[in-house]
Structures are given as C-alpha cells and as structure tokens.
C-alpha cells in the first residue's frame, strides 16, 4: 500500500460526499429531488387554495365581469393593480367611499402632523399616501 497524497485523500473524501449528496437534499431534508418537486407542487396549492379561501391579500378571487365595465378608465401602473382592490373601487358603495374618504383625510393629517414637527424624512408619509391613492383611486380623479 502506497502513501497518498493530501490532495489525492482530498479527491476521494469529495467523491465521497458528493455520491452521499446525490440521494440527499439538503434543502428539505428528503431523500428525493422527486419527493422535493412533488411536495414544493402541494405546498404550492395549499398556499392558492388558503389564499382563495382565505380572500387572498385584500378580498378574495374577482371575477373580470366586475371589472369589465371599467377597465377603459383605469390608469396603468408600473407595478400593476390588484384586482380586489379594482373590483371594490369599481362597485364602491357609500361605505367603501366613507373609508376611502376617512383614510385620505388620516393620511393628510400625517403629513401636516410632519410638516409641524420637522420630521427627519417626511417624504415617507407621502410615498405611502401617493401609493394608497394610485391602489385605490385607479381612476383619472
């Protein structure tokens, strides 16, 4: 038996460990990347199917037939929109309006509020009125 090499007991201790890793995932801690792609598939429709259920981010799924009558006076936006938020616009009753108003009058009073007191950033309260406005006012007005 001949004497190895340090670079050459290094070669074999990768090999070594690279044949253990093969059956072996490191990310989920199973023994497939089969089982990984058919468990990341289920945890992906139970994230849809809670979020439908649940009414996703801000109302649920909207059918575009709630939209449709609108759609030519929506103003694009970079990010794009939320259709729960379009669909709630689209059919405000006096309530949602009422919320509307009273979430628009919070946010001016905010920015008098830092205006009077010197704020160190008080562009941060307008980046946050001017995307509440372009989320819920998808109108020209």
Known sequence: VGYKGSKERERER??????????WCCYCSLNSTRE???TTRQR???RITTMASEGGRAGGVVSMEQIEQFKENIQPVR????????ARTANAGSTVLLEL???KQK??????KDERESV???LTTWFKYVGWAQKNYPRNN
Do not use: Y
Not at 14 to 23: A, G
Not at 79 to 86: C, D, F, M, V
């Open 79 to 86: 990010g794009g929109r939320s259709a729960s938020s379009l």
């Open 120 to 122: 160190a950033d008080p």
């Open 36 to 38: 990984k792609e058919r």
């Open 14 to 23: 990768r090999k070594k460990k690279n044949k253990e890793k093969k059956n």
């Open 44 to 46: 992906k429709k139970e």
């Open 101 to 103: 108003e009273q979430t």
């Open 107 to 112: 946010f001016e009073q905010q920015i008098e």
